[in-house]
């Protein structure tokens, strides 16, 4: 008997890249002028935090990425991950960010009941 993978595959393909381009498409909350925001938390709790403690991005706290990593990522994008531009986030704030995500800790477990 032959087994036909390849529409499988086709199909696998296909259905990642449906799934994925919503996450890659959503569109970022308006920062001030020139994509300044007031500050760093301000932009970790109204885009970062919108995947990332949602379960649709990675958890990033309390991982001790370093912050040259953190700008590179946020930049360029990776995978599912947007690359935010300047209009999105200024150089000043996404420092700030990538500092407090690099030095954040990892929050404790909610109690079990």
């Known amino acids: 008997m032959i087994v036909r993978t390849f529409p ?4 696998s393909v296909v259905l990642a890249a449906a799934l994925a381009l919503p ?3 959503a569109p ?3 920062a001030t002028p020139a994509g300044q925001w007031k500050s760093p938390q301000e932009a970790w709790e109204k885009t970062c935090s ?3 403690l949602t379960g649709v991005g990675p958890e990033l706290r309390g991982r001790a990425l370093p912050p040259e990593y953190i700008q590179q990522v946020v930049r360029n994008g ?3 991950m ?3 531009p300047h209009s999105a986030i200024d150089d000043a704030t996404l420092n700030g ?3 407090l995500v690099s030095t954040s800790k990892m929050p404790k477990p909610a109690a079990k009941r």
């Not at 499988?8 to 199909?11: G, I, K, T």
């Open 78 to 80: 990776m995978l599912a």
């Open 82 to 84: 947007p690359a935010f």
């Open 97 to 99: 960010v990538a500092r």
């Open 50 to 52: 919108r995947c990332h």
């Open 8 to 11: 499988l595959v086709a199909a």
């Open 28 to 30: 970022t909350p308006a």
């Open 23 to 25: 996450v890659g498409a």
